[in-house]
T-cell receptor, first 117, second 115 residues
Framework: GAVVSQHPSWVICKSGTSVKIECRSL??????MFWYRQFPKQSLMLMAT?????????EQGVEKDKFLINHASLTLSTLTVTSAHPEDSSFYIC?????????????FGPGTRLTVL | GDSVTQMEGPVTLSEEAFLTINCTYT??????LFWYVQYPGEGLQLLLK?????DKGSNKGFEATYRKETTSFHLEKGSVQVSDSAVYFC??????????????FGKGTKLSVIP
C-alpha cells in the first residue's frame, strides 16, 4: 500500500520557539493532505486540509497564523507550529489520499509527538 | 455536523474470544464508513471500509456491515489473537468539496488480548 512518512517522529522544544513537521508521500503524489491533532485517549481532530499550490483550509477554531501549512510539492506538506506553548503539546498526524484509489481512502503517517516545555 | 460514536474502552479479552466494538454515526449525506487500527507505536492503518448501505467490509477476520437503518457500523471478529491488540477507530468520510474527503473519527477503543 501507499506510504506516508513524517519527520521528526518526536520533538521537544522550549516555549516560544517554532517547530516544523514534515509529511511526505513516499510512493505516490498527493494534491491534498490532511493534518490532525490527537490528544491522549481522544480521537483525531482535523486541523486543516493542505492543498498543493493553494492556501490551506483550516477547521473552525484552528488558528491559521499559529499553525502554518505549506504544501510545496505533490509529495510534501509541512506544518509549522509558531511560538509554541505547552498547550500545543500533542500528537500531530498527517494523511493523504492517493490519486489512483478512491479519494475516500487515506494513508496516514506515523505521527509526530510534540512536547513544549 | 457529522459525528461518530464508538464504545468506550478499554476492552480486554482472552485469546479466541469473540469481539464486538460498537459504532454509530450521524451524517447529513451518504458517507463511506471505515475502521482504522493503530498498533502500538505505529500510524493508523485502514482495516476495512464500506461505501454504501448493506455493504460488508472485511479484512484479517474482521467484519463490519453498513447499516443505514440503525446508522451503525459495528466491528466484529470471531476469534481474536494477541496480535490484534491495538486501538480501533471508527470513522466516516464526507465529500469536503473538490473531491477531497475529510474523515470524522470516533474516540477510539483500545483492545487488549491476553493469552
Amino acid at each position: 500500500g501507499a506510504v506516508v512518512s513524517q519527520h521528526p517522529s518526536w520533538v521537544i522544544c522550549k516555549s516560544g520557539t517554532s517547530v516544523k513537521i514534515e509529511c511526505r508521500s513516499l510512493d505516490f503524489q498527493a494534491t491534498t493532505m490532511f493534518w490532525y491533532r490527537q490528544f491522549p485517549k481522544q480521537s483525531l481532530m482535523l486541523m486543516a486540509t493542505s492543498n498543493e499550490g493553494s492556501k490551506a483550509t483550516y477547521e473552525q477554531g484552528v488558528e491559521k497564523d499559529k499553525f502554518l501549512i505549506n504544501h510545496a510539492s505533490l509529495t510534501l506538506s509541512t506544518l509549522t507550529v509558531t511560538s509554541a506553548h505547552p498547550e500545543d503539546s500533542s500528537f500531530y498526524i498527517c494523511s493523504a489520499p492517493t490519486m489512483s484509489e478512491s479519494t475516500d481512502t487515506q494513508y496516514f503517517g506515523p505521527g509526530t509527538r510534540l512536547t513544549v516545555l | 455536523g457529522d459525528s461518530v460514536t464508538q464504545m468506550e474502552g478499554p476492552v480486554t479479552l482472552s485469546e479466541e474470544a469473540f469481539l464486538t466494538i460498537n459504532c454509530t454515526y450521524t451524517a447529513t449525506g451518504y458517507p463511506s464508513l471505515f475502521w482504522y487500527v493503530q498498533y502500538p507505536g505505529e500510524g493508523l492503518q485502514l482495516l476495512l471500509k464500506a461505501t454504501k448501505a448493506d455493504d460488508k467490509g472485511s479484512n484479517k477476520g474482521f467484519e463490519a456491515t453498513y447499516r443505514k437503518e440503525t446508522t451503525s457500523f459495528h466491528l466484529e471478529k470471531g476469534s481474536v489473537q494477541v496480535s490484534d491488540s491495538a486501538v480501533y477507530f471508527c470513522a466516516l468520510s464526507d465529500d469536503s468539496g473538490a473531491g477531497s474527503y475529510q474523515l470524522t473519527f470516533g474516540k477510539g477503543t483500545k483492545l487488549s488480548v491476553i493469552p
